[in-house]
């Protein structure tokens, strides 16, 4: 129906589409043969000046042409402040109550923080009202379309975000580097700890068992020289080295007589 309506048509065509719910995007419209016909016409070529405003300005923008522009109902009133609320979240992460209540021309902080949380709950912007500071954290916006004349602004941001990014991908790349030869190095390090406390618990194990042995062998040999005959009886190192105490010698078996008084 868009590309087939003309005239008074295509006209009534902008009106919905700028009231619609849910609608944001106009560029697709506007390149239309027949919506693009609509600025030949005297008649019409107001309606194709709105359409326009829709996809690229502003509410100040409307307030600044609406002599020359259709009136606006409440509806699309609304969208217009959603997207030059889209607008202004694009220019700065930080909205004031006091900009904002100015630029969208609301009368209190109620019906301004009602209608952000509108825009919010249709994805037009995302972030947060902070009402004791008195202002809307913005965290995300949705894009507008884009004049021919914005192109190379966005090209030349486009080319910073590239450069700052390579710079990021650049740093990061570096710092995984490093990560890895820090655990190489670590890994080889543990290796050569496991190694070395491998040898020492060998070391230790050996000259153990090393005492044992020599132990073992001075044990015998204390034993075979108890076992050893001496030449005079007896089995005793002593006996054997001929230190033994000297006997007692015999009793003669005399007796002397006691004489009896």
């Not at 194990?205 to 001075?218: D, L, N, P, T």
């Given at each position: 129906?868009?590309?087939?309506?003309?005239?008074?048509?295509?006209?009534?065509?902008?009106?919905?589409?700028t009231?619609?719910?849910?609608?944001?995007?106009?560029?697709?419209?506007l390149?239309?043969?027949?919506?693009?016909?609509?600025?030949?016409?005297?008649?019409?070529?107001s309606?194709?000046a709105?359409?326009?405003?829709?996809?690229?300005?502003?509410?100040?923008?409307?307030?600044?042409?609406c002599?020359?522009?259709?009136?606006?109902?409440q509806?699309?009133?609304?969208?217009?402040?959603y997207?030059?609320?889209?607008?202004?979240?694009?220019?700065?992460?930080i909205?004031?109550?006091?900009?904002?209540?100015?630029?969208?021309?609301?009368?209190?902080?109620r019906?301004?923080?009602?209608?952000i949380?509108?825009?919010?709950?249709?994805?037009?912007?995302?972030g947060?009202?902070?009402?004791?500071?008195?202002?809307?954290?913005?965290?995300?916006t949705?894009?507008?379309?884009?004049?021919?004349?914005?192109?190379?602004?966005?090209?030349?941001?486009?080319?910073?975000?590239?450069?700052?990014?390579?710079?990021?991908?650049?740093?990061?790349?570096?710092?995984?580097?490093a990560?890895i030869?820090?655990?190489?190095?670590?890994?080889i390090?543990?290796?050569?700890h496991?190694?070395?406390?491998?040898?020492?618990?060998?070391?230790?194990?050996?000259?153990?068992?090393?005492?044992?042995?020599i132990?073992?062998e001075?044990?015998?040999d204390?034993m075979?020289?108890?076992?050893?005959?001496?030449?005079?009886?007896?089995?005793?190192?002593?006996?054997?080295?001929?230190?033994?105490?000297?006997?007692?010698?015999?009793?003669?078996?005399?007796?002397?007589?006691?004489?009896?008084?």
């Amino acid at each position: 129906m868009s590309k087939s309506a003309k005239g008074a048509a295509a006209a009534k065509l902008i009106q919905d589409v700028t009231g619609a719910n849910g609608v944001y995007v106009f560029a697709q419209l506007l390149e239309l043969p027949n919506i693009r016909e609509l600025q030949k016409s005297p008649e019409h070529e107001s309606s194709y000046a709105l359409l326009e405003l829709f996809a690229y300005g502003t509410y100040q923008d409307y307030k600044a042409k609406c002599a020359n522009l259709p009136s606006l109902n409440q509806a699309q009133t609304t969208k217009l402040k959603y997207l030059t609320l889209a607008s202004m979240a694009t220019q700065s992460r930080i909205l004031a109550y006091s900009t904002l209540l100015a630029d969208l021309e609301i009368g209190t902080i109620r019906e301004l923080e009602d209608l952000i949380i509108d825009a919010i709950y249709q994805d037009i912007v995302r972030g947060k009202l902070d009402q004791k500071e008195q202002q809307f954290e913005v965290e995300l916006t949705m894009g507008r379309d884009l004049q021919v004349s914005q192109l190379p602004v966005l090209l030349e941001e486009l080319k910073n975000w590239s450069r700052r990014t390579a710079g990021v991908i650049g740093a990061l790349d570096k710092k995984i580097d490093a990560v890895i030869l820090e655990e190489r190095n670590a890994k080889i390090y543990m290796e050569q700890h496991e190694q070395a406390r491998e040898a020492m618990i060998t070391d230790i194990q050996s000259k153990s068992k090393k005492g044992r042995m020599i132990e073992k062998e001075q044990t015998e040999d204390t034993m075979e020289l108890d076992d050893m005959p001496n030449s005079g009886g007896g089995g005793t190192l002593s006996g054997f080295l001929g230190l033994g105490k000297r006997a007692k010698p015999p009793s003669t078996g005399v007796f002397r007589k006691r004489n009896r008084p």
